[in-house]
């Protein structure tokens, strides 16, 4: 029997370290090739770290949150034949985490795998605090949201691993939440504390690093879209079952790159530590998508130069990937403006942080029926706000309010959209 020692590989670009950002394997499991050992963090992405061999795990290098160097060792695997220990340095010892509890961003706004019979109640596991246990990322955020450790839950799937309607069983026999169900106003003096590592912390680093460098203002205006969405429901039932179903989102991609041609200091990135603005002919809209990781912003590379279709086509491809955790580096980065939307959940007013170094991101809030007046008359049309925010380093407050107003005028006459 033998060693092998896997190092943190070098990822690229310049890298010189990334946080480890969840095991998906612990001390004594027995592990194939192929198969997914751990996840780290780039600045840019999360990256899947398979394992080279088959073997036994005797020592991992490090614990979820901490930050290692390319090249320092992050686990060791006993295996058939001698190994590659000879080849590295000594082996970490085994780590001893904490209990682990799940750091997932907000609710995603996503449904939920469809419901499944319930499983019957069973008691809660007694595992290792560096067990982690078998579960998909949704039902890891399923946990999370329902305030329960996995450790402590059993798993009736395939080895072991932990279902939905294992957290349904579970949530059924917890003392604590039958309390609170059997009594609404009882007192609660139960605490969580989640760690903020992985996504989360980037998450939290970039927007804390966007307010603290950029003069961010927001300009809120509201648009009638009732002749927009008549041509997207239009076009759905004319050609959606051979070019695919419309949403409003690439016609908003379609307005903000025919307004751009007026506006060119908008698509631009800002180098505030070289002060230089360099202004982009290329349309690179980054599309904020939340995902099981966290907010991610996929890259619809030259908008300017796709279909309508074309488009909505990289939206959909992107957003999956990027909820899949499938998207990569390059599909995630090189965004010269960025269009967000919480969908139904888009409110009336939002003010969206920057996406550093671009100046500008366009916010998409929810459609709601209103009566108008128009000429004299009150008719009910479909309005929607557009809450957007610019870095007053570089836009001024007159040039994004014209941006906008131009992007207005687009969607409430849709068919200037395709005027050339």
Do not use: C
Request: net charge negative.
């Amino acid at each position: 029997m033998g060693t092998h020692v896997i190092k943190m590989p070098d990822i690229g670009e310049g890298i010189a370290e990334v946080e480890l950002s969840v095991w998906h394997v612990k001390v004594g499991d027995l592990v194939v090739e192929d198969q997914l050992l751990a996840d780290v963090m780039t600045d840019k992405a999360m990256v899947d770290i398979p394992s080279p061999v088959h073997g036994k795990v005797i020592s991992l290098g490090g614990e979820p949150g901490e930050v290692m160097a390319v090249g320092s060792i992050l686990i060791s695997i006993e295996v058939e034949g001698p190994g590659n220990a000879k080849d590295a340095p000594a082996v970490a010892e085994p780590v001893k985490t904490a209990p682990v509890v799940e750091a997932k961003p907000a609710p995603v706004v996503e449904s939920k795998p469809a419901a499944k019979p319930v499983v019957a109640a069973q008691a809660p596991v007694a595992r290792e605090a560096d067990e982690r246990p078998l579960a998909s990322p949704a039902v890891r955020k399923h946990a999370l949201d329902a305030g329960i450790q996995l450790r402590l839950v059993q798993g009736s799937g395939p080895a072991g691993r932990i279902l939905h309607e294992d957290l349904d069983a579970y949530l059924l026999q917890s003392p604590a939440k039958n309390a609170t169900a059997a009594n609404p106003y009882a007192e609660r003096n139960d605490e969580e504390q989640i760690p903020v590592i992985g996504m989360r912390r980037k998450i939290a680093q970039r927007m804390q690093d966007a307010t603290r460098r950029a003069a961010h203002f927001s300009y809120v205006e509201e648009i009638d879209v009732t002749a927009l969405d008549e041509l997207r429901v239009h076009l759905n039932e004319k050609h959606g079952a051979t070019r695919g179903k419309l949403t409003l989102l690439p016609f908003i991609v379609r307005a903000m790159v025919v307004a751009l041609r007026d506006f060119p200091q908008i698509n631009a990135r800002y180098d505030d530590e070289a002060q230089v603005i360099t202004r982009l002919g290329a349309v690179h809209v980054g599309v904020a998508t939340q995902s099981d990781i966290g907010l991610m912003v996929p890259v619809v590379r030259h908008a300017e130069a796709r279909s309508l279709w074309g488009n909505a086509e990289e939206i959909s491809r992107l957003a999956t990937a990027a909820r899949n955790g499938k998207a990569s580096r390059d599909e995630l980065s090189g965004s010269t403006i960025t269009l967000t939307s919480l969908g139904a959940l888009g409110g009336i007013v939002s003010t969206p942080v920057l996406n550093l170094p671009e100046v500008a991101i366009v916010g998409v809030n929810r459609i709601v029926e209103r009566p108008m007046v128009i000429k004299g008359q009150i008719v009910i049309r479909k309005m929607m706000n557009l809450s957007s925010s610019f870095d007053h380093r570089v836009v001024d407050g007159m040039d994004a309010a014209q941006f906008i107003q131009a992007i207005r005028g687009l969607l409430e006459q849709p068919a200037s959209l395709f005027l050339e």
